[in-house]
């Protein structure tokens, strides 16, 4: 288990470079080890603090953080939709910022708060957004819901904090809560039945009511 | 929007759900993640995970297949070929020419060759890439043209004759010759391919499969399994999207999960893997045509010949009702007295080709629009001039090319409407200002009108049935044939019945489609599910409030007219008021029947398959789409700036869920018709399979200022309180962003020459269509 302690250390290093660069270098790698040694899967011990709860767990170390949640933790409200980070369906918010769990390998996320779906609100008890989603009917077949909503609240927050985005023009003043501000955000999240519009007008709303 | 949103119609005025934006029934799971889809299910302890195997050749014969090191990676239980198929190797739902798995034949690359049940998903996966396969590679069809070349064809071509077209075209005093192109289209249904066969005892087996269509995976896997129907239950209580592709390619999914089931006594879930799931099945047809038109010098058609070819992949699959469709809509909006159309229905080694929203008559619309888009460029008139020129009369010039009759004619007030609305006019003018201005950035608009046949073409489709349970303490429990994949129709339903009831819709709880429920259920597919299950839950609900009518009328001596179901409440005569509740109470105490099964069958339609004549639609649904683009001559890159729709729902059932379903359905087929790119290299590769390299619209591609309006006519035909179909109809209405590019294209061309643009105009091909009217010799 040293060795495995040092590889954590290495990537949680390399997280801080940016989550799509550790996804590329670390995933084939960890992946291919066993096939090519001929070695059985190394197993590894990681805590999470998953909508507020703490979760320990023994994990095959080639496990996503998508597989983590769906098929040890029981949360199915993330999707997988594509399984290599196209398409959004699994969207969760990591230490606050909004990732694609099917490109993390849960090991990478040792220590870390994450808040699915299900952390957000439940029936009786939404977040706004939630809300803001029934109200706006911003879903059709659902599949891409929960990845969308998690991913609009971690998009309101960004602009909140002055990240810009593709379609910031002017990046000495706070970014515009424009709706192409939010389309451009959001187009990592895609809905197949094409409810777009009804999607930007819920996180409309409830950024219209946050500031 | 909630259900206490504002009123649409005059039902609502009376206080019914029929016309309310009642929401989504399952709209509070959705936002919550905990509406379940089968990759959901909890699963039985000791579910076994399979994964198919692939071929990587497009034709070849497979002369050695080596499973020892599949079977010898640690985790791997078993694996199925065919020799494990207990029945019938096949998965057609119309021709048997679908194997589960192949035998030594591989007709395409990406072709199901074996399955692996593994302890779990990955350790399937990976044994599924460890068999050592070698092949005798064969020549390969994998284009259309080819395929029409060496009559390849899967079924027999079909030719739609009416008048005399050689002889009108002869007569015709201009006339033209051109090309039609036209791309495929994968579903990308979010939730890929999804079955768990679950064995019970003696010889049963439950299955859990993301379909349209839980009838033929009964069919296909009591078959493959050699059992029978009634042995056999398939359950889906939703879908992640379905788009078409779930009408017949689940039954491959849930026939391999099965097989393996019963060769290892366990459960089994078989998900595919996104990249498996596009390779291995089906996708929408791509089409080529060549036509010949005769019309006078206004525009106005007299003589069409077409010659239409559609790349079916190496089975028939349903490409040949597709086919029929796309035949029965190369009219859409357009009277055309003398015409013939020919239909081949072309064999190619890739994969078969399937059903998909519209079903053939976005092809068939292509086609035409495309001439009349032609006609008016060579003429140097307005497209939607000659549109208007061609549409179909109102008392005359009003029969289609297979003989039914145009009655509900609405094409005129849709257009004078959006015309209006849009200003179209004013902004023609201001648009050929900018582009006489503009050298690089072009501006493009167009209107393009839908008129869409609603029923299945084949008539015995066209039934439904419904069964619907009251208990003791006044619930209702709704089941009915249809499946729930986005597109409302369980919302719809419940809507329908709580009206009949005259119950809030909280006490109604519908179920999931289940062939042990409902029995010999038609897909879910060509529009039909709320017009046909709708009339079956109405039926259903009609048949118990009689009963109750019946019984609260003997009680209290009055006549069953007397009782008035009313908001949750029910009226005997003047004398008596309960709540339906007690009413229910009483009757369970009296031995009324308190369940009921209904049924519904789509009057006044007929089809002859043979000569290609009758009435296969019951009515049409209208819609029209004013589109306008910009396009950077520079790099062929394409913007939707403007889109106004006004599209006919009939009396909507539900206005909120009609709008999500046009803007859906426009914006999928702006996306085939844009940026929707399948591409095979030259070995017959399928090489976009992925999201990674095939791209569906997002987000950033809507249009910044959309209008989207329901025209509030009601049908004219008795359909489910005299709504209309909408689910495929609003896809065509993205013909419109296709034909804008167009527009914009031709800007850059010198009067009356003719355009050369593919569908899907990618920036490549809006490049090329560019280059090639400029006369470059690199877009020859």
């Not at chain 1, 709706?179 to 409830?206: D, F, H, K, P, Q």
């Not at chain 2, 259900?3 to 206080?15: D, H, K, R, V, Y």
């Not at chain 2, 060496?150 to 010759?177: C, E, I, K, M, W």
């Not at chain 2, 589109?627 to 006919?648: F, P, S, W």
């Amino acid at each position: 288990m040293d060795a495995f302690k040092e590889f954590r250390l290495t990537r949680r290093g390399l997280l801080r470079a940016g989550a799509v660069s550790v996804a590329a270098v670390a995933a084939p790698e960890v992946a291919a080890a066993p096939t090519a040694t001929g070695r059985p899967p190394s197993h590894a011990s990681i805590k999470l603090r998953v909508n507020g709860k703490e979760q320990e767990l023994t994990l095959d170390t080639r496990t996503t953080l998508l597989d983590a949640l769906r098929e040890h933790l029981r949360l199915t409200g993330p999707k997988k939709g594509c399984d290599h980070g196209q398409c959004g369906a699994c969207t969760v918010i990591a230490d606050g910022r909004r990732i694609n769990s099917c490109l993390t390998l849960a090991v990478m996320r040792d220590g870390a708060d994450i808040t699915t779906i299900e952390g957000l609100g439940q029936p009786g008890h939404l977040h706004a957004m939630q809300a803001a989603f029934v109200k706006h009917d911003g879903y059709q077949c659902g599949y891409c819901t929960s990845g969308q909503i998690c991913s609009a609240v971690a998009t309101l927050d960004e602009i909140r904090q002055g990240v810009p985005s593709h379609v910031t023009t002017d990046l000495n003043i706070p970014p515009p809560l424009t709706a192409a501000e939010l389309r451009e955000r959001m187009s990592g999240n895609i809905c197949r039945c094409g409810a777009y519009s009804n999607i930007v007008e819920a996180i409309t709303e409830v950024a219209g009511s946050a500031t | 929007m909630n259900g206490a949103s504002q009123p649409s119609s005059q039902l609502q005025a009376e206080g019914s759900p029929v016309g309310r934006e009642q929401r989504h029934e399952s709209a509070h799971l959705h936002v919550a993640g905990r509406a379940q889809y089968v990759d959901d299910m909890a699963l039985p302890a000791g579910t076994l995970h399979a994964a198919f195997a692939l071929s990587s050749k497009a034709h070849a014969q497979i002369t050695t297949l080596d499973l020892s090191a599949v079977l010898a990676l640690p985790g791997v239980v078993d694996v199925a070929l065919p020799a494990d198929v207990p029945g019938e190797n096949n998965y057609g739902g119309i021709l048997q020419d679908d194997p589960i798995f192949t035998d030594t034949l591989v007709q395409y690359a990406g072709q199901p060759l074996f399955a692996v049940a593994a302890r779990d998903e990955l350790t399937a996966r990976r044994a599924a890439t460890l068999a050592k396969i070698a092949y005798e590679e064969l020549p390969a069809v994998l284009d259309i043209r080819s395929a029409v070349a060496s009559d390849n064809h899967v079924l027999p071509s079909q030719r739609l004759l009416r008048g005399t077209p050689n002889a009108a075209l002869d007569a015709a005093p201009r006339r033209l010759y051109g090309h039609v192109a036209i791309g495929g289209q994968d579903h990308f249904y979010l939730e890929g391919q999804v079955a768990v066969a679950l064995p019970q005892e003696d010889g049963g087996m439950l299955i859990w499969s993301s379909t349209q269509h839980p009838t033929e995976v009964q069919h296909i896997v009591a078959h493959a399994i050699a059992r029978h129907a009634h042995e056999v239950t398939v359950q889906c209580r939703r879908m992640g999207g379905g788009f078409g592709g779930k009408e017949s390619q689940p039954g491959l999914i849930a026939a391999a999960a099965a097989i393996l089931a019963v060769k290892t006594g366990k459960p089994v879930k078989l998900r595919l893997d996104r990249d498996v799931d596009m390779l291995a099945t089906g996708k929408r047809h791509d089409f080529i045509a060549d036509y010949d038109v005769g019309f006078e010098a206004d525009g106005r058609i007299t003589a069409l010949k077409v010659m239409m070819a559609s790349r079916c992949g190496y089975s028939a699959d349903l490409s040949g009702p597709v086919n029929d469709r796309a035949l029965c809509h190369v009219d859409n909006a357009y009277f055309l007295e003398n015409v013939e159309i020919v239909s081949h229905r072309c064999k190619t080694n890739t994969v078969s080709n399937t059903a998909f929203r519209g079903f053939g008559g976005p092809q068939g619309m292509m086609v035409i629009e495309q001439i009349v888009d032609d006609i008016a460029r060579t003429l140097g008139l307005d497209p939607l001039v000659v549109r208007r020129r061609n549409f179909y009369g109102i008392g005359e010039r009003d029969e289609t090319p297979y003989g039914q009759r145009v009655d509900d004619n609405i094409l005129d007030l849709i257009t004078d409407r959006l015309v209006d609305s849009s200003r179209y006019d004013e902004r023609r003018t201001a648009i050929a200002a900018w582009n006489a201005g503009n050298p690089v950035i072009k501006r493009g608009l167009a209107l393009t009108p839908v008129k869409f046949g609603i029923s299945f073409n084949a008539t015995h489709f066209n039934q439904a049935g419904a069964l619907l349970h009251v208990y003791n303490d006044g619930t209702v429990l709704l089941n009915h044939g249809g499946t729930e994949m986005g597109q409302g129709l369980y919302t719809k339903v419940l809507q329908v019945v709580a009206h009949e009831l005259s119950i809030p819709t909280s006490a109604i709880r519908v179920s999931a489609a289940d062939t042990s429920k409902v029995p010999n259920t038609s897909a879910t597919a060509a529009s039909s599910g709320s017009d046909l299950n709708g009339k079956a839950a109405q039926h259903a609900a009609r048949r118990i409030r009689r009963r109750l009518e019946k019984h609260a009328a003997g009680l209290y001596g009055v006549a069953p007219s007397d009782v008035r179901f009313d908001n949750g409440q029910v009226h005997i005569g003047e004398l008596k008021t309960l709540t339906f509740q007690q009413l229910v109470q009483g009757a369970y105490f009296a031995r009324v029947p308190l369940s009921a099964t209904g049924f519904y069958r789509t009057p006044k339609i007929h089809w002859d398959r043979v000569n290609l004549r009758g009435r296969p639609f019951y009515y049409f649904a209208y819609g029209a789409a004013v589109v306008e683009v910009a396009i950077d001559t520079l790099t062929g890159e394409t913007r939707l700036l403007q889109v106004d729709i006004l599209h006919d729902a009939g009396r909507s059932l539900n206005p909120a869920i009609d709008r999500g379903q046009i803007e859906g359905g426009f914006l999928q087929g702006a996306g085939w018709l844009t940026s929707e790119e399948l591409w095979w290299n030259a070995r017959g590769e399928l090489k976009t399979h992925a999201p990674s390299t095939y791209k569906i619209p997002t987000a950033y591609d809507w249009a910044e200022r959309t209008t989207i309006d329901l025209l509030e006519h009601p049908n004219r035909e008795a359909s489910i309180h005299r709504s209309k179909a909408v689910g495929e109809p609003p896809l065509m209405l993205g013909i419109a962003v296709w034909h804008a590019i167009r527009d914009a294209v031709a800007s850059c061309a010198t009067p009356g020459q003719l355009i050369t643009l593919p569908a899907p105009a990618t920036p490549e091909a809006v490049l090329r269509a560019i280059g090639k009217l400029r006369g470059e010799a690199w877009a020859a």
